[in-house]
């Protein structure tokens, strides 16, 4: 149901987690900001909107900007915000000293910092934010617009809170947790949907908590450090569960880590983390200070804790879904179990296709099947529960690729009729002709 890593196979990198990927290319891939996004919800929808030649972000992307899942009281990404925001600053609590920099300063009546929590920074960013700054690699395939959504050739929907690092540290914040919406282009099942939830955690340390002149044993401080915290989250949320950390990749951490936990007797990979790469720290304008970073996938976290089997379901309005969590953003020790309510019946269609052909060349073909989950987003949006490739092959003669999918329809909240998934099957097929230029067979 839920991917069991979320780093090392390409559709694992979805929604409901992380989103850097070892792989379609071989390495891990995978935003500037303005603040109180509810003020100007609108004008960030309209500049979503803006024409250009390379915006390739739908309506229904955008009628998601401002929806906020992760700010609702009560809604399970908002459940298991809380609890890590919580547990974080308990820790930072204990273990984290106020540096007093100035003897005569007015310092506040506590001796510890704490977290600064942003959960209201814009979506979009800059190319630069999520990407250059972040070391990702120019021809990196997280970058291209089959993954990504752009508004134009600067700015992009956010595709992790990452985008918001540099940000933040030159702005001088030196601890925080940053959660927002991400959005990626992507398959669709029933733990991949485009728009899915992120928290970042970031500690840029005081030289005076590291060894100076020995990058060896400050990395270990930091590394330790890191991982006593994230070590003391996982028992938070999940109980005492077995966990282990393996070796990760991440083009802006080095070394870099995953965490597993065993939870109900399935190894999860729940975050990935790292001590950040001199060079991202320098691209933030504090050259020379160090510190950790991690990121953890909300949805993921919410799907595995309350055991959600599918990842439309936190977009619903249905009562059934929302009773079930009253309360417990304030009751942080409650575990509850989803129960399941009954599902309105599974309508399917099939349609298959000659993909199109590059340049009158058969064999090379421009079709992305990205772009095709997306006109199916499109054209049907949250009625698809799952579309599987079910059959493809190449005609040796002509050398031409055909595709077969299965589009499995269900409404959350009602039946459909077979008229109405008729018609959206009718008006699917012309625009996949239209927009993509497919043949049908
Ligand atoms: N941004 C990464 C992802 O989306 C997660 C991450 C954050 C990894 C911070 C390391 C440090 O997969």
Redesign the pocket.
């Known amino acids: 149901m839920i991917p069991p890593s ?2 090392n196979q390409t559709r694992l ?1 979805n929604v409901s987690s ?3 990927i070892r792989d379609r290319s071989g390495v891990a891939y ?1 935003s500037s900001s303005s603040f109180n996004l509810d003020s100007n919800i609108d004008s960030l929808k309209n500049k979503a909107r803006a024409p250009h030649a390379h915006n390739n972000t739908p309506e229904s992307i955008v009628s998601k900007i401002g929806r906020n899942l992760h700010r609702q009281p009560d809604h399970p990404l908002n459940i298991v915000k809380q609890r890590i925001e919580d547990y974080c600053q308990s820790y930072a609590m204990k273990k984290y000293k106020k540096i007093k920099t100035n003897e005569n300063s007015c310092e506040s009546d506590s001796n510890t910092i704490k977290f600064q929590i942003f959960d209201d920074m814009s979506p979009i960013v800059t190319k630069k934010r999520c990407f250059d700054d972040l070391l990702v690699k120019p021809d990196h395939v997280s970058r291209s617009p089959s993954d990504t959504y752009y508004l134009n050739d600067e700015l992009l929907m956010r595709t ?3 985008a918001h690092q540099t940000e933040l540290i030159s702005r001088g914040v030196n601890l925080f947790l940053c959660s927002g919406d991400c959005y990626r282009r992507d398959e669709i099942d029933s733990s991949h949907y485009p728009v899915f939830h ?1 928290m ?1 955690g970031v500690k840029i340390f005081h030289e005076s908590e590291l060894v100076p002149n020995d990058e060896e044993r400050s990395n270990a401080i930091i590394e330790e450090d890191l991982k006593e915290l994230l070590t003391g989250l996982a028992v938070h949320l999940f109980g005492k569960v077995e966990m282990k950390w393996s070796a990760d990749y ?1 083009p ?2 080095d070394p ?1 880590f995953e965490l597993e936990v065993n939870f109900r007797d399935q190894w999860l990979e729940v975050l ?3 001590v950040i790469e001199p060079q991202v720290i320098f691209n933030a304008g504090r050259e020379g200070s160090k510190g950790w ?3 953890l996938g909300l949805e993921r976290l919410a799907m595995i804790l309350f055991q959600i089997p599918d990842i439309r379901l936190f977009w619903t309005d249905d009562k059934r879904f929302h009773n079930q969590f009253v309360g417990l953003s304030k009751d942080h020790q409650k575990l509850v179990t989803f129960v399941p309510y009954s599902k309105y019946p599974l309508c399917y269609k099939d349609v298959s296709f000659w993909l199109p052909s590059a340049g009158g060349n058969p064999s090379v073909s421009t079709y992305h099947s990205n772009d095709f989950y997306e006109v199916i987003r499109d054209v049907a949006g949250d009625l698809v529960e799952e579309v599987q490739l079910f059959d493809e092959f190449t005609n040796k003669k002509t050398g031409r690729t055909s595709h077969a999918y299965r589009i499995n329809y269900r409404h959350m909240d009602r039946s459909l009729t077979n008229a109405e998934v008729d018609e959206i099957q009718f008006k699917l097929r012309h625009e996949l002709v239209t927009r993509l230029g497919v043949e049908l067979r």
């Open positions: 979320l780093f990198l992380l989103r850097f995978f992790h809170t990452s992120q970042e991440f802006f951490t870099s990935g983390c790292g970073a991690f990121g």
